[in-house]
């Protein structure tokens, strides 16, 4: 699943958070404090407020022309002449390899998220969220 900005997610699975505590306004500050842990159990809601998405940074050109080629010919190749879609559905071939190479990078996309009690996970692999 793919999350969006302003989304409303809910907690797919109980949560355990330990290590250290640091003020938000210093994050700069000393990280040695042990503060225990927190559980969040599943099923609790919140809204997206950012996602960080590495694969959308840094897709190549050859990337970034195969989605549009793609969304172009599955929007719209229906309408094509024959000759027109059978040339963007070349192209688009021409161009699987790269997106195939690009989709199997392992890059983690992340999310915070502002549960409705006010807790905020920030950081947080976006696997862990359902939509509500």
């Known amino acids: ?19 250290s505590v640091v003020l938000a306004e210093d994050p ?11 559980s969040l159990a599943s099923g609790i809601e919140g809204t997206v407020e950012r996602v960080n998405d590495p ?11 195969y989605v549009r080629l793609k969304s172009l ?15 963007l559905e070349e192209q688009v071939s021409a161009l699987e390899p790269e997106w195939v190479a ?9 999310v915070r998220v502002r549960f409705d ?3 905020v996970l920030d950081d947080a ?7 509500a």
């Open 28 to 38: 700069a500050a000393d990280t040695g404090a042990v503060a225990g842990s927190l």
């Open 55 to 65: 694969r959308q940074e840094e897709q190549s050109h050859e990337v970034r022309e």
């Open 1 to 19: 699943m793919t999350l969006e900005q302003g989304q409303r997610v809910k907690l797919a699975a109980d949560l355990r958070l330990s290590g």
């Open 125 to 131: 692999h976006e696997g862990v969220f359902a939509s």
């Open 73 to 87: 010919l599955d929007d719209f190749g229906h309408q094509m002449p024959t000759g027109t879609r059978k040339q």
């Open 102 to 110: 690009h989709q199997e990078q392992k890059l983690r996309v992340t």
């Open 117 to 119: 009690n006010g807790f």
